[in-house]
């Protein structure tokens, strides 16, 4: 007998873990950092662990994906996730999953600041400057829009057309009387 999981046999299920998800290369990486040194992993016990990774992700997946779909959210959120592991049974993963999480989020976060500080250190123009460019950006498109209501109350009375700055006039019949 096979176990249905999800609509699929474990089998079939361990197929498509090949067509799609976890490339080889890297379970073959997790796999040799977590070996002592000096053993080795046969090609049969790597292939294995592959479709197991690959398995569980999906049953992860799908359940964090039936959450979000009862929610009616679009987005998996790692909340998700963490409720699909308690749901399925992995609750002592949670804590672990959750540290996890943290640690990408504060890594992410110092990427972000070191990016931004980065760009700024690199920039030939110092912040003062910028801002000053800036607020001149802001005053002239403020004058912009002012020229606009004039010139359109203009045309409004006296049945002028009007054209915005930089676009091309359209075509206008004018009576021939």
């Not at 040799?32 to 053993?39: A, H, S, V, W, Y």
């Not at 049953?59 to 779909?69: F, H, P, Q, Y």
């Not at 009862?70 to 959750?98: C, M, P, Q, R």
Request: aromatic share 6%.
């Amino acid at each position: 007998r096979h176990r249905r999981l999800h609509g699929a046999t474990l089998e079939e299920r361990m197929a498509e873990a090949d067509e799609v998800g976890l490339p080889k290369a890297t379970v073959l990486k997790v796999i040799k950092d977590f070996l002592p040194e000096g053993m080795r992993c046969s090609n049969e016990s790597r292939d294995l662990v592959h479709q197991l990774l690959s398995e569980f992700f999906q049953l992860i997946s799908s359940e964090a994906n039936r959450k979000s779909t009862e929610e009616n959210k679009k987005t998996i959120t790692a909340e998700h996730t963490l409720d699909s592991l308690k749901a399925l049974g992995f609750e002592k993963y949670v804590e672990e999953a959750k540290a996890a999480l943290s640690g990408y989020q504060d890594e992410a976060e110092k990427t972000r600041k070191r990016r931004t500080s980065h760009k700024m250190k690199n920039a030939d123009i110092p912040l003062e400057e910028l801002q000053r460019r800036q607020e001149a950006l802001f005053n002239e498109a403020k004058q912009n829009q002012e020229r606009l209501r004039q010139m359109s109350s203009l045309s409004a009375a006296s049945d002028a057309p009007v054209f915005a700055p930089g676009k091309a006039p359209e075509t206008t019949e004018w009576d021939e009387d």
